[in-house]
């Protein structure tokens, strides 16, 4: 075990977990009370400091693979980088985290040269640089430019806009899949200017971007920016003169207009418009310390008579829960595209109230029930498309035949919570039943997992739903942030507890597209 706070880049062996025991692997980042242990091949898993060992300097040494997952070099490959380029500046000059800096004299990896980046943390003799599409590199301070730092902060919007006029300036924003942006420069005057997305492929000479409220268009990259601070990015204030309170507090970017990002700060300070150079990530302890934002869509989920499980997590300083809606409303009901349905209001007509409203912002994670799986999520699914946070769908209610279809992403990660006894079921097999339910999923999904708990009903029993749904969402949390395989420990963890208080079942989980894998307990 330990007690001192695990940096990430700490070499560390696994303690008392299956499967893992004994195995090194490298601490990524945090969540929640667990941190992220990249584990190299055996993928990222979610363990709690109790299950984790600071291994001494030697192993330190020895440990052959990157520094982090999140390094690109090797610790020699960085000293060869390095090796023959002539400081011009002291190393006594600190660079603060969010920092813009520009590379130069690296002789190894030369195409980072003139290259702009953001310093994300220090670590030893070297800082961890995010050069965009170019990922996290372990770069000296004498390969940086630090007296360009306030040009750059000043003058960052203007080389971002400049970027449009022509190619020449693309190889300083490279642009690849699953990539955040920002739709700049298009002539005339359309609605696609200003909005923000993700990168989902490329067809011939451009991008296709799915766009929120819009969504897919082909973008030539002349015409998009990567996006510096993403819808529910968790960042950090400062350098603030007129609002100095602020300097130094974990906020969430909750949108954009023009040049600021808004920001919601702890409730006391609300929501703020600030520019890029007042923000910075929130790395390590600050991004561990920045509660989850759950929300749960009402219509559906049990509110009343799992009551106490919701209760539970809204009481523990590591969640923010709210609730979207209420069972038993006017628009409790299922639209006129279902049998029996009915005209607005109704839950798509709830639907897209949350949607105009924003309510997805800056909500880490969803939890759906039965109706709200399949009529509300496939409506979210289709606006925001891969920027849809992680989801909890009991009964796998958007795992079925819907009107009109899903609209499952490829990038959607979620979690069905499935019963044996639910009327969901009918009366397929339990063998059929899960085949359906995967036939739902798209083949080139690789975020999804289905727990299977025999003797749970429609409306999960409180002592199961207690159990299971902190850590449904630590997993979710935790498989998200990682853009890693599914955190099979957490998983494991989860059906060990379940089995221990009489529950059995199946729990299949996407390792990679189209594959499965599955455990019965």
């Keep these: 075990g330990m007690t001192d706070v695990l940096r990430r880049g700490t070499v560390v062996a696994a303690l008392g977990v299956s499967g893992f025991s004994g195995a090194v692997g490298t601490v990524v980042g945090r969540c929640l009370e667990h941190y992220l242990v990249d584990f190299n091949g055996h993928g990222t898993q979610a363990l709690s400091a109790q299950n984790l060992l600071p291994t001494d300097d030697s192993l330190q040494e020895s440990q052959p693979q990157y520094l982090s997952r999140r390094f690109s070099m090797t610790g020699q490959a960085v000293i060869d980088a390095h090796g023959n380029a002539s400081p011009t500046s002291s190393s006594a000059i ?18 980072l040269n003139g290259m702009v980046g953001m ?7 070297y800082y961890l640089i995010d050069f965009a599409e170019r990922g996290e590199r372990a770069v000296s301070i004498k390969d940086l430019l630090p007296e360009q730092i306030d040009r750059v902060e000043e003058e960052s919007p203007v080389r971002r806009r400049s970027s449009f006029s022509g190619p020449s300036e693309r190889s300083s924003c490279a642009l690849q899949a699953s990539m955040h942006v920002r739709v700049e420069g298009l002539a005339g005057v359309t609605p696609l200017n200003g909005a923000t997305g993700i990168i989902t492929g490329q067809q011939d000479d451009r991008y296709v971007v799915w766009l929120l409220n819009h ?6 990259p ?8 993403p819808p529910r990015t968790r960042v950090v204030a400062q350098g603030l003169v007129s609002v100095p309170a602020l300097n130094g507090l974990v906020g969430v970017i909750v949108g954009r207009n023009d040049d600021r990002y808004f920001v919601a700060f702890p409730l006391e300070h609300g929501r703020k418009a600030l520019r890029a150079r007042n923000l910075r990530y929130a790395f390590g302890e600050e991004a561990a310390n920045s509660p989850v934002s759950v929300s749960v869509v009402a219509p559906g989920a049990g509110t009343h ?6 209760e539970v997590i809204a009481n523990q300083p590591s969640f923010n829960l709210s609730f979207l809606g209420r069972s038993r409303a ?5 639209p006129p595209s279902w049998p029996e349905g009915c005209q607005a209001p109704n839950l798509e007509s709830f639907g897209q109230s949350i949607i105009a409203q924003g309510e997805l912002e800056e909500c880490d994670c969803l939890v759906f029930g039965s109706r709200g799986g399949q009529v509300i999520l496939p409506l979210f699914w289709k606006a925001y ?6 989801a909890l769908v009991v009964n796998g209610g958007c795992a079925m035949k819907i009107p009109g279809g899903a609209g499952w992403p490829n990038e959607a990660v979620t979690v069905l919570l499935l019963g044996g006894r639910d009327f969901f079921r009918g009366h397929a097999t339990e063998a059929d039943y899960l085949d359906e339910t995967r036939s739902h999923v798209p083949e080139g999904n690789s975020t999804t997992a289905i727990l299977y708990v025999r003797e749970m009903e429609h409306m999960p029993q409180p002592g199961l739903f207690s159990l299971v749904l902190g850590q449904l969402i630590l997993v979710l949390r935790t498989w998200a942030l990682s853009s890693q395989p599914a955190p099979a420990a957490a998983l494991e963890s989860l059906i060990m507890a379940l089995s221990k208080h009489g529950w059995s079942g199946l729990l299949l989980y996407t390792r990679s597209p189209g594959q499965w894998i599955s455990f019965s307990f």
Aim: aromatic share 8%; glycine share 8%.
């Design 94 to 111: 600190a660079l603060q985290p969010g920092t813009l800096v520009s590379a130069y004299g690296l002789v190894n990896l030369p195409s």
């Design 119 to 125: 310093v994300v943390e220090q670590c030893s003799d």
């Design 215 to 220: 969504g897919e268009s082909a973008v030539k």
């Design 222 to 229: 002349m015409n998009l920016s990567r996006e510096l601070f």
């Design 305 to 310: 008579a799992n009551s106490h499980a919701y």
């Design 330 to 334: 006017a628009y409790d009901r299922y």
């Design 385 to 390: 498309g891969p920027a849809v946070p992680p």
